[in-house]
Nanobody, 125 residues
Framework: QVQLVESGGGLVQAGGSLRLSCTAS????????MGWFRQAPGNKREFVAT????????LYSSSVKTRFTISRDNAKNTVYLQMNSLKPEDTAVYYC??????????????????WGQGTQVTVSS
């Protein structure tokens, strides 16, 4: 079992930045591909970014590519999501998730077995 805890969310003005963190306990994070998803009220949970176990592969949704950066520090059992140039449409609850699948391209919610509780990001216009 992996327990995931997100932090770093908050209220920010449009154009601002936030860095989300996701810290794991229970098992070492290096065993998992990691992903970030988000869910706005009334919407389905959507893929934001993923990073492979050794950080040699990353993938982003088209809506955040060039603005967001996913990274990981396996020694700290932590994954990050640096969010720059934030827009009001980025407002959502952000979730980190861990996948034990061997392929690198893991973009579906069903690809992930473990989820954090989420952290709220609100971008004001």
């Amino acid at each position: 079992q992996v327990q995931l805890v997100e932090s770093g969310g908050g209220l920010v003005q449009a154009g601002g930045s936030l860095r989300l963190s996701c810290t794991a306990s229970g098992r070492t994070l290096s065993n998992y591909a990691m992903g970030w998803f988000r869910q706005a009220p009334g919407n389905k949970r959507e893929f934001v970014a993923t990073i492979s176990r050794s950080a040699d592969f990353t993938l982003y949704s088209s809506s955040v590519k060039t603005r967001f950066t996913i990274s990981r520090d396996n020694a700290k059992n932590t994954v990050y999501l640096q969010m720059n140039s934030l827009k009001p449409e980025d407002t959502a609850v952000y979730y980190c998730a861990a996948s034990s699948l061997s392929r690198a391209r893991v973009t579906l919610t069903s690809d992930y077995a473990y989820w954090g509780q989420g952290t709220q990001v609100t971008v004001s216009s």
